[in-house]
């Protein structure tokens, strides 16, 4: 008995919305800087999911610094890992906007090496603002004299951080208006 090949039908017009030349040129516009900024957004992720993981499954590769056994410093590496993560995941996602399925009715789709800067440093500015936010919670936590260092402290540790490092530009307006309505200075 011979076999009949299935015939799948595909709609293969073209979405009138879009210039697909067009596209094609942007995609190929800046190529090495994109590539660039995808690498380095592999290697952000890298980093924090590694130290995440030697701090979780405790194979921590530094000898001196006995992270097992001081639960405050598992706690602060959590936080600034989950902001880390939190920040490069936002990063990426603007990336993705920027570059992504480009459309002529939407002019936020468009790629401007500018803005390279601001996707390679955001992971930092994530990891600072993890050690900031470890720090408040460290203070409202041990004012109240709750401290405690097990796995559902560095869980939550982590989700704070990941939650602040994605949301840092709301994060860092809410600030602006708090110092605004505190000292009446500042400001845009």
């Not at 890992?81 to 906007?97: C, D, E, Q």
């Not at 936590?141 to 602040?164: E, H, N, Q």
């Not at 809410?174 to 110092?179: D, I, R, S």
Request: net charge positive; aromatic share 18%; glycine share 10%.
């Amino acid at each position: 008995m011979e076999r009949k090949p299935r015939i799948i039908s595909v709609d293969r017009t073209l979405d009138p919305g879009i210039d697909y030349e067009r596209a094609s040129a942007d995609l190929r516009r800046y190529l090495p800087l994109k590539v660039f900024t995808l690498a380095w957004f592999a290697a952000a992720f890298y980093v924090g999911a590694y130290a995440l993981a030697a701090l979780w499954l405790k194979w921590w590769p530094y000898t001196t610094l006995d992270i097992d056994s001081n639960g405050a410093v598992q706690l602060a590496v959590s936080c600034t890992g989950g902001a880390m993560l939190g920040a490069t995941a936002f990063s990426f996602l603007a990336f993705y906007w920027a570059v992504g399925p480009q459309s002529g009715s939407s002019p936020r789709y468009q790629y401007d090496p500018n803005w390279t800067f601001w996707h390679v440093a955001r992971p930092f500015a994530g990891a600072v603002l993890g050690i900031a936010v470890y720090g408040v919670l460290r203070f409202v936590i041990g004012a109240m004299g709750a401290v405690t260092y097990d796995s559902t402290a560095a869980a939550s540790y982590f989700t704070i951080g990941f939650l602040a490092g994605f949301a840092s530009t709301q994060l860092f307006g809410w600030l602006e208006t708090m110092l605004v309505r505190a000292f009446g200075v500042g400001g845009r």
